[in-house]
């Protein structure tokens, strides 16, 4: 059945208020379908003045008729149980209420393309349409007499069989009218051959998903199965094949499953039996894969109704009649997709063909397949476009062909009848166009080396001894795959991807370099600039300051100061100026207060805008004051402390506003387009305040998102230009179903500035039972929870899946497609355990990012953004091992991700691989930033010096010979010059990041601990350098702390082998 059918009653697949007809694609066509109707009336067309169209009813089963695709090909759109017929200068439609709605549009883009009149005429459900199809009659005659024809031609698509009570009554009437009735399959046929821009862009899709099935899920399930010696069934394999089909995430493309469906069942066949037919089906015997045997794997996808083939042919230890029949095939395929050229005949690819088998193999002649295939589109076979050797029609460019060619019935001789009698077959999916046939297909090789598979080794040595000079004439059995139950293919998997692994360093190094050399120069701070405050004012002049009858502290909530007496005057201080204030009780019982401020210039207190201005100012470091009264004492420290926090809060907040980019405004929905609801959602960041948190509504209005509360302060919008990835992921063994925004600007969440937003639904309650007592498994009450809690999973999974699919619908309009947008899922089978901050989480890769979207602080990577990823403390015995993500941005922070099990290292570099990133691995834990600062203070050293090869240990292993300087390819220096500044020393004092990384959700706890600070830089230096003498740690010599600190720069530290390793606290 198409994706893109309406029901008989009107209903489809989506919401009919929400489809609409691509009336651009609509006006084209119908004005080249009217043009190509009267250019080639008679030989096409069969001189017809009508032509009429009637759709069957949808159908369960897989089918191609020329009735739906004339639907689909005009309007987007399978418009069952509806009667179309077309006249010079009107179009008469017949069908339901529903469908007539829909139709209603196309009146007008008729009038401008071809200046036909639409009339559509209504059926209703109880009404048979006899007294209709009369008034089309009435019609049809009329337009004969103006023309002086007595008898009108009709032409019908006469192959097409009529189905249900309509279209039964429609035939009965037309065979009765005394019309003229002609067949104008050809005349579509012909129309549908040359595939527009939009069409091709369908078929590429199509060609790209089967090829990615057959190469990332089929491939390496034959692999497993035959390596494993597992018993499967060729129906087994074709269940799980059309679901990879039918769900692209699976073999790793980024398609929409409501766009996507089978051309047929995919067709598995083995053990002598085959079936080279497209009506072919997997049957239910087990795959055989015993010596000299022979796998044939066929499968077509559709995307948009448009259809792509795919078939390929694996041998198992071949013969030499096997080789050499595959060879022969194999050339012969590659000669008919070169002949199809723009203005050769149709037969030339055939001829082509069948001349390469006739020169090279003769005797297989009468075995070659009768046919190379068939023309393809929204039909399968596209009829009057079959590939033999008597269709003389002229290729076109933007035709598209299955060329599908093989050889049936030949003998293997063996002595097993599973294996005696074979068959080849390969298809693949190709335009005409005006340079060269263009192989959509090819990504699945059917080169002999990737389908060729050998497991008797000793034969296969024996067999070289005996032909080795067979090789060097280009006769010889092919190289085949390396064996499977061997490690020499994990040899061969190893250094196919070492190989890749090369390349994409080779790739990499030049992007790098180009890159530095555009903005090499340039550095960054990475700590950014230092947070400015507004203009500290507590008064602007003496006469505001509130009057005081005694000299004791004061605090102004008003003007947010603090009146300190000082020399028998009351001194104000704006509280943004205190660092830290607390108390504390000396021995003659008496209490001191302690305030501690703010001095521009000094460690961590760099200068502001303000500072600035008064640089010449005298600033005040610390005072103390001591009192009898130990309440007021605390009542001070805590009115300055809470006073100082709201202040700071503030401004930080206001801070963070105004560095915020000025987004859209929201276009709420309203009259004809509905926004698309999906409640009682949570929200990630929560918004703040000291309320009851309550559930939400995600609304998708015209241009962006809204999420509100019943509260009217509790509000988001989030502009889908803003949009950089959307994720939704169900739950699975997770206790929430999220939906997730991953933004290229901040916004705002209550008072966090955040670049992600999550909205999610707990699946599940989380219950404790009294009593501690555990429950029996057949306890009804227990099974009953459990069936609820299933239950209500899949309604809240439903739920985000229908929200999700409408939203992707309103992306998919013309407007967006600018944006790209698309919600991403998660692929939980790559996933792997690690520590990205501070507690471990599960990490999870989609197609276009490595994301953690459960923990928070949420981790969202996009791959594109990726330089290298660095492996560290890969080492035989080790239980973990580091990643280190390096950014094309150098000014960013290398991200970590710690304490991976060493069980995921191969998965995560079959990955990396695949999304070609290219990896290292280290033995030790690298400190990134001074290596990203030499490479940006010198570029031209690391490029000169090899790039990123100063991290392949295995290239400076084999490079290392007698000196151990040769080590790295490129590393920063251990020993630096003398005139290496003290600040920069310190950069580099850490071989692990530390776990005191800035992080502005713990900005409260920071503040916190400013607060309790009470002793300044110096004085803690001080302090320590005294405990330090006093322990006898002042032995070590100047050149020995000296060697120790340099020690750091660009090197790791080697795990003690005697014990665990030390690391760094899991963050």
Not at 850 to 861: G, S, Y
Request: aromatic share 8%.
């Amino acid at each position: 059945m198409n994706q893109n059918t309406m029901a008989s009653d009107g209903k489809n697949s989506v919401a009919a208020s929400a489809y609409t007809i691509n009336l651009e694609n609509f006006r084209i066509r119908l004005k080249s379908f009217y043009s190509h109707w009267k250019e080639h009336k008679t030989d096409l067309w069969g001189s017809t003045d009508v032509i009429a169209v009637a759709t069957p009813p949808a159908s369960e089963d897989l089918r191609y008729l020329k009735s739906s695709a004339l639907n689909i090909w005009l309007l987007g759109y399978e418009f069952p149980e509806t009667i179309m017929v077309f006249m010079k200068k009107q179009i008469h439609l017949l069908c339901s209420q529903k469908k007539a709605s829909l139709l209603e549009v196309i009146k007008k883009s008729s009038k401008e393309a071809v200046g036909v009149e639409v009339v559509i005429h209504v059926k209703a459900r109880s009404d048979g349409g006899a007294a209709l199809m009369e008034e089309i009659f009435c019609a049809v005659r009329a337009q004969s007499k103006s023309d002086g024809h007595e008898s009108p031609v009709v032409g019908q698509i006469a192959k097409e069989a009529s189905e249900g009570k309509l279209l039964e009554k429609w035939a009965e009437k037309l065979n009765n009218s005394k019309f003229l009735l002609s067949d104008v399959t050809n005349g579509f046929s012909e129309l549908f051959a040359v595939k527009d821009d939009s069409e091709l862009t369908s078929v590429r899709k199509a060609a790209y998903l089967t090829a990615s099935v057959m190469k990332n899920v089929v491939v390496p399930k034959l692999e497993k199965v035959i390596d494993e010696e597992k018993k499967v069934t060729h129906s087994s394999l074709m269940d799980d094949t059309e679901k990879a089909i039918l769900d692209p995430t699976r073999a790793k493309v980024k398609l929409k499953a409501e766009n996507v469906d089978i051309c047929y069942p995919p067709v598995f066949q083995s053990g002598g039996e085959f079936d080279l037919r497209p009506t072919a089906s997997s049957n239910d015997e087990n795959l055989y894969y015993e010596s000299t045997s022979v796998i044939i794997c066929a499968i077509g996808s559709r995307y948009n109704s448009y259809c792509s083939n795919l078939a390929r042919t694996f041998l198992i230890d071949a013969n030499t009649v096997q080789s050499k029949a595959y060879g022969v095939l194999l050339k012969a395929h590659e000669a008919a997709i070169g002949a199809l050229n723009p203005g050769s005949k149709v037969s030339a690819a055939y001829q082509a063909a069948l001349s390469l088998v006739e020169k090279d193999a003769p005797e297989l002649v009468a075995n070659l397949t009768k046919s190379a295939g068939t023309g393809i589109g929204i039909e399968f076979r596209e009829s009057g476009l079959s590939l033999n050797a008597k269709n003389d029609r002229e290729l076109k460019a933007g035709m598209v062909f299955n060329v599908s060619l093989g050889f049936q019935n030949l003998q293997a001789q063996t002595n097993n009848p599973k294996t005696d009698k074979f068959s080849l077959l390969l298809a693949d999916t190709v335009i005409v166009s005006e340079k060269k046939p263009e192989v959509l297909t090819s990504a699945s090789s059917k080169a002999v080396k990737d389908v060729a598979y050998s497991f008797n080794e000793d034969e296969d040595e024996e067999e070289e001894q005996k032909i080795p000079k067979a090789e060097v004439n280009g006769n010889e059995p092919f190289l085949s795959k390396a064996t499977l139950r061997s490690e020499n293919n994990e040899m061969s998997k190893e250094e196919q991807r070492r190989q890749h692994q090369a390349e994409l360093a080779r790739q990499k190094n030049e992007e790098t370099a180009r890159r530095l050399a555009g903005d090499g120069t340039k550095t960054g701070d990475a700590r950014g600039g230092a947070r400015v405050l507004g203009d500290l004012i507590a008064y602007k002049n003496v006469n505001d300051m509130p009057p005081f009858r005694e000299l004791i502290i004061q605090i102004d909530q008003k003007n947010e100061a603090i009146l300190l007496p000082i020399h028998g005057s009351m001194v104000p201080f704006h509280v943004a100026t205190v660092k830290s204030v607390n108390s504390q009780q000396d021995t003659n019982k008496s209490w001191f207060i302690r305030i501690i401020f703010n001095v521009p210039g000094t460690p961590f207190n760099p200068h502001d805008a303000n500072s600035l201005k008064y640089q010449g100012s005298i600033h005040l470091k610390e005072v103390s004051f001591r009192s009898k009264d130990s309440r007021h004492i605390s009542e001070m420290v805590q009115q300055i402390k809470t006073l100082r926090r709201q202040v700071m809060s503030r401004e930080s907040e206001r801070a963070e506003r105004a560095t915020l980019v000025t987004q859209e405004k929201l276009q709420l929905a309203g009259g004809k387009f509905k926004s698309i609801r999906l409640p009682d959602l949570w929200i990630r960041p929560p918004f703040g305040g000291r309320g009851r948190k309550i559930s939400g509504t995600l609304e998708a209005h015209v241009n962006g998102f809204r999420y509100s509360t019943s509260r009217q302060n509790e509000r988001v919008d989030i502009m889908y230009g803003n949009i950089k990835h959307a994720f939704f992921q169900p739950a699975e063994k997770e206790m929430i179903t999220l939906l997730h925004f991953h933004l290229h600007n901040h916004i705002m969440v209550g008072n966090k500035k955040t670049k992600d937003v999550q909205f999610y639904v707990e699946v599940m309650d989380v219950v404790q039972t009294l009593g501690g007592g555990r429950r029996s498994a057949n306890d009804p009450d227990e099974i009953e929870e459990e069936q609820r809690e299933r239950d209500r999973k899949n309604r809240i999974s439903i739920d985000f899946q229908n929200f999700v699919n409408k939203v992707s619908d309103l992306w998919g309009q013309t407007q967006f497609r600018g944006l790209d947008l698309e919600f991403d899922q998660p692929l939980r089978d790559l996933g792997f355990h690690g520590v990205p901050h501070k507690s471990s989480a599960f990490i999870v890769p989609t197609s276009s990012c490595l994301v953690e979207l459960i923990e928070t602080p949420f981790l969202v990577i996009t791959l594109s953004e990726i330089e290298i990823v660095n492996l560290e403390r890969v080492e035989l015995g080790q239980k973990s091992f580091d990643m280190a993500i390096v950014f094309k941005d150098f000014k960013k922070s290398v991200l970590r991700i710690d304490s991976i099990p060493s069980s995921s290292l191969e998965g995560i570099k079959e990955w990396l691989d695949a999304a070609d990133i290219k990896y290292y691995e280290s033995r030790m834990n690298l400190n990134w930033a001074p290596i990203l600062k030499r490479i940006t203070d010198d570029p031209q050293t690391f490029i000169d010096e090899g790039g990123w090869e100063f991290l392949n240990l295995e290239a400076s292993d084999s490079d290392s010979g007698n000196t151990e300087d040769s080590d790295q390819g490129y590393e920063p220096s251990d020993v630096q010059s003398d005139s290496v500044s003290d600040d920069e020393d310190d950069d580099s004092e850490s071989l692990v990041e530390s776990d005191e990384d800035d992080n502005d959700d713990d900005s409260d706890e920071d503040l916190e601990e400013e607060e309790e600070e009470g002793k300044t830089w110096e004085e803690l230096e001080r302090e320590a350098s005294k405990a330090d003498r006093e322990k006898g740690n002042e032995s070590d010599s100047e050149e020995e702390r000296k060697r120790r600190k340099m020690k750091a720069f660009g090197k790791g530290r080697v795990p003690d082998r005697g014990g665990p390793p030390k690391r760094a606290k899991l963050r």
